[in-house]
């Protein structure tokens, strides 16, 4: 069992509080700014690309995609993780993959 005794009274853990805090709300913004599921316009608009890469991501096996609707469509959500899941400093600076595995 771990006991973590916190001091809500310390100036500097408010700081810390409301450092997170600010950080979480900035990225709910990020989500809140694009519709749940991104058109492929809308991922070139966001991923800043050209058609062509845009193509290759939609049909690469671990891109999340879904092509239930008649045109392929990316949920927001899946692919803000699919890009952390992909971020080559990620796997050089963290032990993620290892716990992964």
Known sequence: ???VDIDFDNEQFRK???EEL???ESKKQNYTKWPPLLSR???MEFLGIKANKASE????QDFPVTREFGHPK???HLLMKWIEEHTQWVEKNTSYFDKAI
Not at 57 to 60: A, D, E, I, P
């Open 1 to 3: 069992m771990i006991k």
């Open 22 to 24: 600010e950080k979480w």
């Open 41 to 43: 316009n809308q991922l």
């Open 57 to 60: 991501l939609l049909n690469r």
């Open 16 to 18: 810390v509080l409301q």
């Open 74 to 76: 990316v949920p927001t």
